[in-house]
């Protein structure tokens, strides 16, 4: 699903960033052909019309893609949506067409496999050629309940992944209807010789040699308690950016990084904040000046002057103190940051330059700070790496001494340089560095925690320093897994995959100078060994298991199986709400058994749309506390009537699916209900109206007249409920 997302998220950055060059007259050939070439391959309705709002776009190797768009006259056929060429390769499809979401809460009408039909079907029809050297790629045997089925096929050649190509396509799980597709396809390609491949132990042992594992700390933020875990773990040295090469077992780069200069008003550091830092949570007028009240923190004009005080940001009179404001730290959540930025021009307006700076409101500690540096294009670099070592280390000796002293030398950061051009496409110094000083515990390497110092190698000076450092305790390494059987684990648990993968070559033009990035046109195919990224790449030092990224051990997502319902009058609806995650823990469901209200509860609650994930430890309190919590929001369990291990009677369990199903209201009118059971006397008689309309909607029937309102209700029952309301 994770490559699905990235996939499609790349979409939508293509249709944002490509500019349309012109629209042509509708006489236009290459208008025509890509018309003809749309209308060969996909069933356009007769009652659709030609959107004469297309736009074309003219690729650097000339070709010329057209986006094209036809309307349903009435609105309510939707709309169609197609990006092809003018030899009629298509690269995107898009049907919108209106429904009730709130039917989407219902199984669906087809089933997975008859979508997957549909799927390969359409890919067939509108690119053949692909549709034959292409793989499904089945990541999560876990059904939805979504809109629709969704599944991803990547390119293979000569029996290996190219993962970089791909297709996505989406059905409509009751209608069987091709939704969405998209076509991520590379041509002129030269694959190199899979039978000159070194073999998978050579490949072991390269990576052995030339990747590694590593023991560190890690860390993971616990929501619940809002505190930060730190434990152990191998990792590899270096991320998914680098693999093994097949033909010559040497490690190279095969992704790539973004890196953007002063000049551009951003840099790598500010790129390398985590999504947690950047949306810290900004506290209101009222709760500043309570904070600002009730705690040691220092005022907002006392933070000023710590800043003006560093005499490495510069702050002259000229930069005026432009905004401030107080949030929480990430994710020391009990520390308060004093966020200031300052800014300057010149009398001409032409020369902005600005500094940021984050400041401990309770300690005055500087936390990170950032001073802009304005290039023109004939900048050049007048130090190196030696320089800007030495720089950052007298720096951090006098800023940070305490700290630095428990710290390691990690190098220049790749993602920290700017590499500039000469006009021979040589690469020049950088103008940058980012300098990485990693924490270490213990003799082991903390990298959540480091000093981070940007250095300006065209003026000499530093320009940003970050620091991530936290006040917790480190558990003891429990180091009983040797490097050896770390290695055993990885190879057996995720395996080096034999793949083809892109390299990307940079030869972008000296008015590049500034920035970075691939060149998308110059791509070479490598094929290489690479760790499979379907799991975590992290292993616990005692015992050897995968752990997922909060520290606990992995879990792979997959379709509860009951050893117990064989043979069962609901073994067939237990399977198929499995099949879509509405299912209990254990291997065995004990039909026969009667449900507790939370277990029942727990069921219904996954069967909606935005339904309910527990974030705490299995069968706690606190799960079990926000299970109830969500059920009431949701307006299915209200006040009094939390009794989670109290046995289920059947009525209560029609009145919760009542409530899910929103007629509660309508149930609730007194004196038009009648129930034809012949037990109607025994029913709560404000549960009457429940009761007839679940009767109504054939969710209960009830057993030779007798509905038995106040029976237990048994946990196959209950899945027959769940899975009939799913019918509605």
Do not use: C
Request: net charge negative; proline share 4%.
């Amino acid at each position: 699903m994770k490559r699905y997302v990235a996939m499609f998220l790349t979409l939508a950055m293509l249709f944002v960033s490509l500019m349309p060059m012109q629209a042509f007259a509708e006489s236009d050939k290459g208008l025509e052909a890509a018309i003809k070439g749309v209308k060969s391959k996909i069933d356009i309705p007769e009652d659709f019309i030609f959107s004469k709002n297309y736009d074309v776009y003219t690729q650097q190797d000339g070709k010329k893609i057209w986006y094209l768009r036809w309307e349903s006259k009435d609105d309510l056929g939707g709309s169609i949506m197609v990006s092809a060429d003018e030899k009629g390769t298509i690269y995107s499809y898009e049907h919108y067409k209106p429904y009730n979401y709130s039917d989407r809460k219902k199984l669906p009408k087809i089933s997975k496999d008859d979508a997957l039909k549909a799927a390969k079907a359409f890919v067939k029809k509108v690119n053949p050629e692909a549709a034959a050297n292409v793989k499904l790629e089945d990541e999560n045997q876990l059904l939805y309940m979504s809109s629709d089925y969704y599944f991803t096929f990547y390119r293979t050649e000569k029996g290996f992944p190219l993962y970089e190509n791909n297709i996505g396509i989406t059905v409509d799980r009751d209608s069987g209807e091709v939704r969405y597709y998209y076509y991520n396809w590379n041509d002129g390609l030269v694959f190199p010789d899979s039978s000159k491949a070194i073999a998978p132990e050579a490949a072991q042992k390269a990576f052995k040699e030339k990747m590694g594992l590593k023991l560190v700390y890690k860390y993971s933020y616990d929501y619940e308690n809002e505190k930060i875990n730190i434990f152990p773990a191998y990792v590899p040295v270096y991320d998914s950016m680098y693999a093994i090469d097949a033909l010559t077992g040497e490690m190279i780069q095969t992704g790539y990084y973004y890196v953007f200069a002063g000049g551009m008003g951003a840099t790598a550091d500010m790129a390398l904040k985590s999504v947690a830092e950047v949306e810290q949570v900004v506290l209101s007028p009222e709760e500043l000046e309570a904070a600002e009240e009730a705690s040691k923190l220092i005022s907002k004009d006392d933070a000023e002057k710590v800043a003006r005080g560093l005499s490495v940001l510069g702050l002259t009179d000229e930069y005026k103190l432009t905004n401030a404001w107080l949030s929480r730290a990430w994710p020391n959540r009990k520390d308060f940051l004093w966020s200031l930025s300052f800014a300057k021009e010149d009398k001409d307006g032409r020369d902005y330059r600005y500094v940021n700076v984050s400041i401990n409101a309770e300690t005055k500690e500087i936390m990170n700070f950032y001073t802009s540096m304005p290039y023109d294009a004939k900048a050049q670099a007048k130090y190196d790496e030696d320089d800007a070592k030495a720089a950052a280390e007298k720096f951090l000796k006098e800023f940070k001494p305490d700290l630095f002293e428990q710290t390691k030398y990690e190098g220049s950061n790749g993602r920290g340089i700017v590499i500039p051009l000469a006009e021979d496409g040589k690469e020049e110094k950088p103008l940058q560095y980012s300098l990485v000083y990693t924490r270490m515990v213990n003799g082991i390497p903390f990298p959540d925690n480091s000093l981070r110092v940007g250095y300006d190698a065209v003026n000499g000076r530093i320009y940003s320093f970050d620091m991530t450092w936290f006040d917790e305790k480190f558990p003891a390494v429990k180091d009983n897994v040797t490097p050896d059987k770390a290695y055993e684990t990885l190879f057996k648990n995720l395996g080096l995959e034999l793949q083809y993968k892109f390299v990307y070559n940079n030869n972008n033009s000296l008015y590049e100078k500034v920035i970075y990035a691939p060149d998308y046109n110059n791509v070479e195919v490598k094929l290489v060994y690479a760790l499979n990224t379907r799991k975590p790449w992290i292993f616990d030092p005692e015992t050897g298991a995968i752990l997922n990224h909060d520290g606990k051990p992995y879990e792979e997502v997959k379709v509860a199986e009951y050893s117990d319902i064989d043979g069962h009058y609901a073994e067939d609806e237990i399977k198929i709400l499995a099949a879509y995650g509405i299912s209990l823990d254990g291997n065995e469901f004990r039909p026969n058994d009667s449900i507790t209200q939370k277990d029942f509860l727990t069921l219904l609650s996954k069967t909606l749309q935005d339904y309910y994930v527990p974030v705490s430890e299995r069968g706690g309190d606190k799960e079990t506390d926000a299970l109830y919590s969500y059920m009431m929001r949701q307006g299915i369990v209200r006040e009094g009537e939390k009794a989670p291990n109290a046995v289920l009677t059947r009525e209560d369990s029609v009145k919760f699916i009542i409530r899910a199903l929103k007629y509660d209201k309508v149930a609730d009118i007194k004196g038009i209900y009648k129930s034809i059971f012949k037990d109607e006397d025994e029913i709560n008689p404000d549960l009457i109206g429940y009761i007839s309309i679940a009767q109504g909607l054939n969710i209960i029937s009830g057993y030779d007249g007798y509905f038995n309102p106040k029976g237990e209700l048994t946990r196959a029952q209950a899945a027959i409920i769940i899975y009939k309301y799913l019918q509605v």
